[in-house]
């Protein structure tokens, strides 16, 4: 989950988007979102 932070400079936003992309990608189970969530 990606939080709310002030970002300082661009270097420390790729490397939290980055770091968030890798930690999301280890986790055994991905949660995902229900195509009856966008049909309605």
């Known amino acids: 989950e990606i939080e709310h932070t002030c970002h300082r400079s661009p ?3 790729l490397v939290h ?18 195509s009856s969530f966008f049909i309605g």
């Open 11 to 13: 270097i420390n936003f």
């Open 17 to 34: 988007i980055f770091s968030t992309l890798i930690s999301y990608s280890m986790q055994p189970k991905k949660p995902s979102i229900s």
